[in-house]
């Protein structure tokens, strides 16, 4: 007896060609609408779009259903070349982006692609169930990273302003420019912040990794009493709301003579910081091998040269990727600063934030894509640590 296969190629769709073409120009409708609006006529657009949507899904399922690459490039063009006529260079971008998810939608649809990822014997419901989730964690996606790609372009206003100009939407050359990035690196304001921030973070970081990583082996022990409830109080500060935090740093501090020093702040990001590193490097030890430090002090190395020597090499990629993440928690913080800190010490998220509270300084674009750049740069040294890591641990192919 057969069993049915998971993987259907060549996959049918589950209706005849008016189900791709129904739903293309759906999709077709949608983007015209938004395009219209931006050239003035939001209605019309989306008429415009429902009829090049239906046009592509009967092609795609009909003449071109055999030359997916061809199909796709004319349709491409085709609706590059009509916006570029009504919108000049802004539409021409905007044309070829709708091109290409208009053409993916009818191929898609045409080619019964909609049911990969699902067994053979899945009904209708099912199969509508998975592509909905599938663009639900889509949409998610898209809603957290928008404001970032909305920040990064405004970031190169030639005016002072937080909206897009008619000149960018043109992607007239006069509507972009680097003034921004000159104020910030020519502000003795900015670059204060930045080098407050530069000396706070490292030496908050490495007070936090030391201290988090000798927590996290030490409670990574069976024998060590109340583990549970200490792990607890040692992670609260990811747990508790940060305002409640900074206050109470803020009595504490003003008793113990620490408000409004460098080292009040760099203690107070520190505590932030442990339970990022408590947590990784938890994490790490999960599938640390123990009978290697027993067979290391069998051998005669006395507790600190195996924690060197031995496990501290294994356990790296989760002490750097708990520091990494300290180091972000100290740098992005605001809260905590302008409780426990003075005005000479603001740090470049604080500078942000009167940025904003009474400058209202186009600036601040500037800033955060520069911060969202070392953010992206560091994930992707977390990724490439997680890997080091599988590795190390045998759990993926070298």
């Known amino acids: 007896m057969a069993v049915a296969s998971t993987d259907t190629a060549p996959m049918k769709p589950l209706r005849g060609p008016g189900f791709p073409i ?4 759906l999709a077709g409708l949608v983007l015209g609408y938004i395009a219209g609006n931006a ?9 415009v779009g429902a009829a090049i949507g239906a046009a592509f899904a009967w092609a795609a399922a009909g003449p071109l259903a055999d030359n997916r690459t061809a199909g796709r490039w004319a349709a491409i063009a085709l609706i590059g070349v ?3 006529l009504l919108g000049g260079v802004g539409g021409l971008v905007a044309g070829l982006l709708i091109g290409a998810v208009l053409s993916w939608i009818a191929y898609w649809l045409a080619s019964g692609a909609y049911r990969k990822g699902v067994p053979a014997y899945a009904t209708p ?4 169930w998975h592509n909905t989730f599938l663009f639900i964690c889509g949409f998610i996606f898209f809603f957290l990273i928008a404001p970032i790609v909305v920040v990064i372009p405004l970031s190169f206003n030639a005016e002072d302003f937080f909206t897009f100009t ?3 939407l043109a992607l007239d050359p006069e509507g972009y420019s680097l003034k921004h990035y000159r104020d910030f690196f020519t502000s003795s304001d900015w670059q204060q912040a930045m080098w407050n921030s530069l000396k706070i973070a490292p030496v908050a970081t490495i007070l936090s990794v030391a201290l988090g990583t000798l927590a996290a082996i030490g409670l990574s022990q069976s024998h060590v009493p109340f583990r549970r409830a200490i792990m607890a109080i040692l992670i609260s500060p990811m747990i508790v709301p940060l305002i409640i935090s900074a206050a109470g740093m803020y009595f504490f501090y003003s008793r113990v003579g620490l408000q409004g020093t460098y080292w009040g702040i760099v203690l107070a990001h520190a505590a932030l910081g442990i ?18 430090t027993r067979a290391s002090a069998n051998l005669g190395a006395d507790p600190v040269t195996t924690f060197f020597r031995v496990q501290m090499p294994l356990i790296l990629p989760g002490v750097i990727s708990g520091g990494l993440f300290a180091f972000i928690t100290s740098f992005d913080e605001v809260v905590v600063v302008l409780f426990v800190g003075s005005a000479g010490q603001k740090t470049l998220p604080w500078q942000m934030f009167i940025g904003l509270r009474e ?4 600036t601040i674009l500037a800033v ?4 969202v750049t070392i953010s992206i740069l560091l994930l992707a040294t977390l990724e490439i640590l997680r890997r080091r890591s599988e590795r190390l641990r045998g759990m993926s192919p070298g």
């Not at 947590?279 to 030890?285: D, E, G, K, N, W």
């Not at 400058?359 to 186009?362: E, F, N």
């Open 166 to 168: 008619p000149e960018m």
């Open 125 to 128: 419901g099912q199969v509508l």
């Open 368 to 371: 955060a894509t520069i911060l």
């Open 22 to 25: 129904a739903l293309t120009a």
């Open 39 to 47: 050239l003035g006529n939001g209605w019309l657009g989306a008429l």
């Open 359 to 362: 400058q209202i300084s186009p």
């Open 82 to 84: 009509f916006l570029l």
């Open 275 to 292: 339970p990022f590193v408590i947590i990784t490097v938890t994490a790490t030890l999960v599938g640390f091998d123990r009978s290697l």
